[in-house]
């Protein structure tokens, strides 16, 4: 029982033994504690700030990011752009020259046959105009042949001048 109820010289001692270690850690201990816990507070403060910036930096790069991304899309998206104007135009101006020499060709063929058309006719109209002389040669001769029928063939070529 005498540990629940103790005398009073043990509790003078007590305090008296609490009171020298409790100042012994005041003038030496705590202050060591405390700085030491200071140093850690501003340990961790430090790092928390560096955590901080850190992430700031991220977010940073990560909208840099994805502006560049953006920038890029857009760029490949006009090049995109850019290549099919100028595909289309290529094609569209292909057209038109193939169309331009298909008319020029077109047009030189046309005129290539009107004269090689020229040339036959003419051809035709000098076989027609040999064979004409050839059976009116013959025609003559056989009309000539008697004096009557020459002289009537000689009054009609008069009337037909005249």
Do not use: C
């Not at 700030?49 to 700031?56: F, G, K, N, P, W």
């Not at 850019?82 to 193939?98: L, P």
């Not at 040669?137 to 009557?148: A, G, I, Q």
């Amino acid at each position: 029982m005498a540990l629940l109820t103790p005398e009073f010289g043990l509790l003078f001692w007590m305090v008296l033994s609490f009171g020298i270690v409790f100042f012994v850690l005041a003038k030496f201990g705590w202050p060591i504690i405390v700085n030491m816990v200071d140093e850690r507070k501003a340990y961790i403060d430090k790092s928390l700030d560096e955590a901080r910036q850190a992430h700031e930096r991220l977010i940073g790069i990560q909208d840099e990011q994805a502006r560049l991304l953006h920038e890029t899309r857009e760029e490949q998206q006009r090049l995109l752009k850019d290549a099919n104007e100028t595909k289309t135009k290529i094609i569209s101006d292909a057209k038109e020259r193939a169309e331009v020499e298909a008319s020029r060709i077109r047009e030189e063929n046309q005129l290539l046959i009107q004269k090689e058309k020229e040339v036959a006719m003419q051809d035709v109209r000098s076989q027609i105009s040999i064979l004409s002389l050839d059976i009116a040669e013959k025609v003559l001769r056989k009309n000539l042949d008697n004096k009557p029928a020459q002289q009537d063939l000689v009054n009609k070529l008069i009337k037909e001048i005249s």
